[in-house]
């Protein structure tokens, strides 16, 4: 059973800013991408951010230059340090985690969430 526990949401001021994290346990071949999605009300989820096992990363226009995602390989757990928050920020968050599984003799690609975290940037 693989999971996904998010931690680091909150409430903070338009300026501050907030560090998410992910870690990632269970039963696991291997991790391709790991990315951070979030859902702001009446919107659809969008991709905020994520990060190949390579380390190449993609960004939201709207987060470049203030949203920061990095990943830890050995301890499977990815992490968004986000700044210059900005009201229209205010979204619930979920990692996501593409990862490679066993399935009898087979290895399977799989999609994984995360339980979402509330993030509220407000004055």
């Known amino acids: 059973q693989v999971q996904l526990v998010e931690s680091g949401g909150g409430l903070v001021q338009p300026g501050g800013s907030l560090r998410l994290s992910c870690a990632v346990s269970?039963?696991?071949?291997?991790?391709?991408?790991m990315g951070w999605y979030r859902q702001a009300p009446g919107k659809q989820r969008e991709l905020v951010a994520d990060?190949?096992?390579?380390?190449?990363?993609n960004y939201l226009d709207s987060v470049k230059g203030r949203f920061t995602i990095s990943r830890d390989n050995v301890k499977n757990t990815v992490t968004l340090q986000m700044n210059s928050l900005k009201p229209e920020d205010t979204a619930v968050y979920y990692c996501?985690?593409?990862?490679?599984?066993?399935?009898?003799?087979?290895?399977?690609?799989?999609?994984?969430w995360g339980q979402g975290t509330q993030v509220t940037v407000s004055s």
């Open positions: 990060i190949t096992s390579g380390g190449r990363t």
């Open positions: 996501n985690m593409n990862g490679n599984v066993a399935s009898g003799w087979s290895v399977l690609k799989r999609d994984y």
């Open positions: 269970g039963s696991i071949l291997s991790i391709n991408a």
